[in-house]
């Protein structure tokens, strides 16, 4: 897809991976939405703030009777529990997936109708190394992002007839709010940015932004021994 000229959305683009989605969607000539829960918290220059709650159906459905125009959609907008599948709240376990999974498809079904007006468009799902193996005390977020990328899977088959690309972005931790407690080795959100669009205008599906991500499905073919060895 060519990015110069496109009208991109990027939801949860105040922070983070999001806001270097946003700020380099706009260097490489795309007009953007930033979306935020708080459009107020979008403080960069040169992009339009919007408020969307990926949550709400009836923020999503306002956001996208604004815009109307968008060709470029990135579902960045996450959550961040920690919550575990055996002891944690349920309410955060569903916070996880209404964020991961139901917000990103219907952020994606309100918007699908406008991104096959634009003739050539995309989407940009923004998964986990997650995605393939989950960690139990993140088992709620890994249960979520697992979800997602079948959805994605599912979602580039049905949306292709209509000319809307869709790619999923795998990475592992980035340097981030979100990780900021966690003592490892980290990726910067501005190269993993410029890597998913890079990514995007060379009209890939799927992008795996690390070498843990790479690690990690490459051992997908060997089964739970390969990702799990206690349970080899």
Do not use: C
Request: charged share 15%; hydrophobic share 45%.
């Amino acid at each position: 897809m060519i990015i110069e000229g496109s009208v991109a959305l990027v939801t949860g683009a105040n922070r983070g991976l999001g806001r270097h989605l946003a700020e380099q969607l706009r260097d490489r000539g795309a007009t953007v939405y930033a979306a935020a829960r708080n459009p107020a918290a979008v403080t960069f220059a040169g992009v339009t703030p919007i408020a969307l709650d990926v949550t709400d159906l009836e923020s999503i459905a306002r956001a996208a009777k604004i815009t109307g125009d968008v060709t470029l959609l990135v579902n960045n907008a996450g959550s961040g529990t920690g919550a575990s599948l055996l002891s944690g709240p349920l309410s955060d376990i569903r916070t996880e997936m209404e964020t991961h999974y139901f917000g990103s498809l219907n952020v994606i079904r309100a918007f699908a109708p406008q991104l096959a007006r634009g003739g050539e468009s995309a989407i940009l799902n923004v998964l986990s190394v997650l995605s393939w193996m989950s960690v139990p005390a993140l088992g709620a977020y890994s249960a979520a992002k697992s979800a997602a990328w079948s959805m994605t899977n599912g979602l580039r088959q049905e949306l292709a007839a209509q000319g809307t690309a869709v790619t999923a972005l795998h990475v592992g931790l980035m340097d981030t709010d979100m990780t900021r407690d966690i003592d490892a080795p980290k990726s910067d959100p501005a190269e993993v940015a410029r890597f998913a669009l890079d990514g995007i205008a060379a009209g890939r599906s799927e992008l795996l932004a690390d070498s843990l991500s790479e690690r990690v499905i490459a051992g997908l073919s060997g089964g739970v021994g390969a990702l799990y060895p206690a349970f080899a």
